[in-house]
């Protein structure tokens, strides 16, 4: 079974700093990693995917790195805001079809 | 539909009662997804249907839970004789196709409560 986890399970930082989230994962025979933001009550919005060959996707503030060799992902937040308060998930695909998650790191950004 | 729907949002059963929670997928997509979350952990895998064949149902916990997709679009997961236990948030989730590469789109979630 792959194990993935995340570290720090918690994170408070000011308004402007930047986050940065980290996810290890056990197995490097994977078919991709996606990146969840997670808020209460609300369902899961999918942020980044990354495939297996690819070493880094973008979007806007939003850098997610995948390093399959070391099993780990980083997941960098520019310039955070108040908005970005949520819990952050990690997801491996480690064949054609289930997600193995992390716990997730729970993300304070202080105004 | 625009995203994957789960109904209902919230369900609240007697100890003992059956449960049906249902999910409407994407619009064409293929894949469909079935996952329990307990407070302060991910999401845990029950079962993976790829058009209606469940494909796999090795994280469903016992066989008071079934699953079933008969047209190949919206899904049924229902629980028996529920348990206390069974209290968690049950996530759907559904992608585009079966190669593994397209991304997971999740609903809103189930939030059961069993008293």
């Known amino acids: 079974k792959q194990e993935v986890t995340q570290i720090p399970a918690a994170l408070s930082v000011p308004e402007g700093e930047n986050l940065v989230l980290n996810c290890s994962f056990t197995d490097s025979a994977i078919y991709n990693l996606q990146w969840f933001r997670q808020d209460p009550g609300k369902g899961l919005t999918s942020l980044l995917l990354?495939?297996?060959?690819?070493r880094e996707q973008t979007s806007g503030r939003l850098n997610a790195s995948l390093d399959k060799s070391s099993g780990r992902s980083t997941l960098y937040i520019a310039a955070s805001q108040p908005g970005d308060s949520a819990t952050y998930l990690c997801a491996v695909k480690y064949d054609d079809y289930k997600l193995s998650f992390g716990a997730g790191t729970t993300v304070t950004v202080r105004a | 539909g625009a995203g994957v729907s789960q109904s209902p949002r919230y369900k609240v059963t007697k100890r003992g009662q059956d449960v049906a929670l249902r999910c409407d997928p994407i619009s064409g997509h293929v894949s469909l997804y079935w996952y329990r979350q307990a407070l302060g952990q991910g999401p845990e895998f029950l079962t993976y249907f790829n058009y209606e064949a469940q494909q796999d149902k090795s994280g469903l916990p016992n066989d008071r839970f079934s699953a079933e997709r008969p047209e190949g679009s919206i899904s049924t997961l229902t629980i028996q004789r529920t348990e206390q236990r069974d209290s968690a948030m049950y996530r759907c989730?559904?992608?585009?196709?079966?190669?593994?590469?397209?991304?997971?789109?999740f609903g809103q979630g189930t939030r059961l409560t069993v008293v």
């Open positions: 989730a559904s992608s585009l196709d079966s190669t593994g590469l397209t991304e997971a789109f």
């Open positions: 990354i495939q297996s060959s690819q």
